[in-house]
């Protein structure tokens, strides 16, 4: 762990040493210039031996879990570092001054220093006192760590012996022990056994405790004998690819005494050879569990021949791109247990001999909330059913296992297995993502984590590694990608064209991370119950009672603070203002105070700023002295305009600045932007802005945020479609769109092609009420358009068809877009459309939908149509939908739908008021 903060901290002084900052600090200190190149050698001599122990450490973290002296050592590091990274921050920020106030200039008569800063001479001495500190840590080190580590060779590999331990007690489970596997079973014997000639790899894929080796082990001996040799790898991440060709020529030529004598003394390049040409000539079945890696399978492939005998491998991982190894079609993904069978499973282990806790009844409803907090994974409910088998059957016993099941899971040495097999999961992570997912710990049990969000807070903390032309925020997106694939982070939902969106972290991995984050300071859950620990870095604040609510320790050392609710009282800023000189980031969400103190613009290292759905009404002048600001949340505030200052701010890169004022969105002016009074082209690295009140003054330098991802306009007049046109076209990365006119009479005519574009919204008018006047529908150029919402258009004939040409579209969104009575749609017509929304469309009467028309669709809203008074035709050719809703609709139509056949009763609905 603690070479995730060794990292950060080298990052820190990567960049505070890199040119553009030298050459800055060289024009602000010239009359130092001695004692700068010494506090640089001193930096940079810091940074290589702090490279060196990362390096170092990344090798020893496996052989060394469990000893206490090494975890010692470590969070003396941990703490040096965390004081370098402070210190970096503090020189950067005296580089950063837009003027050069000189070496002393804290004592310049008039001068009012912020008393959080550090003066040259401070940090000077803080970076020599680091670099002694790190040298005698390595002395420390190599007299003691060294020497405890040398001598107790039982702990050497530790947690991979536990683990390799459980994998081998799994292998011998018989199939009464095993609960909820049948289908998983019967698929993998049926690719194993059938008639396919063709020699076949075969992936059982999940997290650590899903069962992968159980279940491999029990189709092993079932099927082994159909195949004419078979061998069983137990692989992992500290495999010797020699000792792996021995082991599997020995099981695979035990019955070949003259040949695998032979073997004995070859290398390891003809021991290959003569596993190979072996194998060629047999059906073979083998085994490689717990696979980490593509090159570890690679390694071992080349002497396991395709041949065409029905060979079969199979491997189980907890690594997609292992996984993807697998044949096509062969991938068997490995899922948590319904409630139903991780039931069964409990009552096996806790009740052997009453199969459904019968005889203890009055035990069932805490069983159950012990049950639901394992959240199906098999290791767990095994393990924790085994625990309770051996305790009294009491109430008071079953409650206190059920209220400190979370500390048992970190403590208990009987639950020591557990840990174990999910610790390697963290262990084998890069670092660079060890931090990204402790991060996601910090957040609550079954919390929702979004990429956008996740991929902001991550920049701002600087976990994210700049990659070539990607922006940290696709490099963010890689990472969680990481993640998943590797199963720390569960994937709950795509967006309509197939983007990762929505993420959740699986109780028990979350448990052990929560665990990690305490012992290391990393960041801490906050509220009533359980308060941060001083020296926590990051605190997410949530349930605070306002009458009860006990002060933050160690808030000068905190970075961030993240609100989940509004009950974070309002003086909390003013005090994060004054005491938190290294704050980077701030998420305080619904803030009731309508100010913020002037004091925010002193923490020079703030990097993320939200304070979403507050009362703020305006920000102070000062806001522009945030020069290392990336994101600035004011969505849902009540700000009007934007400090002139704020375009100062050339670092910023996600700009929200929104209030909703008609949540039903039935006007056009049911939302508002914000006015910037400067020229906002100064903000070169805006990627998005959301949303922009359009004004003469602004547009014209509109086209000059040449990185804008994401942009909305609100207020626009058809006379600045031009302009705006002309802006557009010099936004090569433009993904995301939305235009407002100011009013429903306003006709807005973009004549613009925008060829990246993914999502489009037009709330207006549209010139001579079609498409087709727009380049903007025309399928050469919107083959890349996913989304499209279309409100007010007024558009007189049936849209229907010139959309079609848009093959791509996942989701669809006509709000008063059409005034004519008919509309249809034809076979093969939106191929991919997974959700259509027709909303306040008063003239249509009739719906025509043909057979293979929206073949995918899983959606389907039908709002406010008064006019329609029959179901739509064909529709039955679109069953079953996963959602099909009939809202606001009449008495007398609802009649029509209770009586309809075809869409048998499969359907949602609401009366109008």
Known sequence: MAETVILLAIKKITFALAKGVVDKASVHFAKYGTQLLEIQGNMARVARELRIMHDVLCQMDIRNRNNQVYEGWLDEVQKVAHVMEDMVDEYLYLVGQEHDLGFFFFLKKGFKKPRSLLS??????????????????????????????????SSSNYIVKRANDLANISRLLDDEDLVGVDENREKLEKWLVDDDHECSVVAL?????????????NVYKKVREKFQCHAWLSISQTYSREDILRT??????????????????????????TLNKFLKQQKYLIILDDVWTPEAFDDLSRALPHNDKGSRVIITTREGVVAALASPGHILPMEALPEDKAWDLFCKKAFPRDANCDGHAELKPLSEEIVSKCKGLPLAIVSVGSLLCVREKTMEEWRRINNQLSWELINNSRLDHVRNVLYLSFIYLPTHLKSCFLYCSLFPEDYLLRRKQLARLWSAEGFIEERGESTLEEVAEFYLKELVDRNMLQLVELNTFGRMKKFRMHDILRELAVDLCRKNCFGATYDNKSGGSLGDRRLVLRNLKKDNYQPISGIHQLRTIITLDNSVPSSIISLLCSESRYMTVLELRGLSTKKIPAAIGDLFNLRHLSLRDSKIQVLPKS??????????????????????????????????????????????????????????????NLQTLH???????????????????????????????????????????????????????????MNVCLPQLQKLILRARLANGALDESPLFQAVWGQNLYVLS?????????????????????RLRLTGAYSGEQMTLLTGWFPKLKILFLKDLPNLNRLVIQQGAMASLEEFFLVNLNSLTEVPPGIEFLMPLQYLAFDQISSDFLTVLEQCSAIRGNWWYTLQD
């Not at 894929?205 to 082990?217: D, Q, R, W």
């Not at 626009?716 to 433009?734: D, N, P």
């Open 120 to 153: 040259l001479n401070q940090i000077d001495f803080k970076v020599k006192e680091v670099e002694r500190d790190l040298t005698h840590l390595s002395e420390t080190k190599n007299r003691w760590v060294t020497l405890i580590d040398n001598g107790d060779t």
């Open 205 to 217: 894929l999940g997290m650590g405790g899903l069962g992968k080796t159980t279940l491999a082990a």
């Open 248 to 273: 599997i020529t020995k099981e695979l030529l035990k019955d070949n005494i003259s040949v695998l004598s032979s073997t004995a003394a070859m290398d390891i390049t003809r021991l290959e050879e």
């Open 623 to 684: 806001i522009e002295r945030l020069s290392n600001l990336i994101t600035l949340d004011l969505y849902g505030c009540d700000i009007h305009v934007l400090p002139s200052g704020i375009v100062k701010l050339k670092k910023l890169r996600h700009l929200f600045a929104e209030r909703v004022l008609d949540p039903d969105e039935r006007g056009m002016r049911c939302s508002r932007g914000v006015r910037i009074p400067s020229v906002l082209g100064h903000l070169t």
């Open 691 to 749: 949303a922009l009140e359009a004004r003469d003054k602004s547009l014209g330098h509109l086209g000059e945020l040449r990185q804008l991802r994401s942009l909305r306009l609100w207020n626009v007049k058809g006379t600045y479609c031009e302009r705006i046109s002309e802006s557009l076209v010099q936004m090569q990365y433009l993904s995301f769109l939305e235009v407002n006119a100011s009013n429903g009479k306003e006709v807005l005519q």
């Open 790 to 810: 279309l409100y007010g258009s007024q558009l007189r004939e049936d849209p229907m068809s010139s959309l079609s040409r848009l093959s791509s579209l996942t």
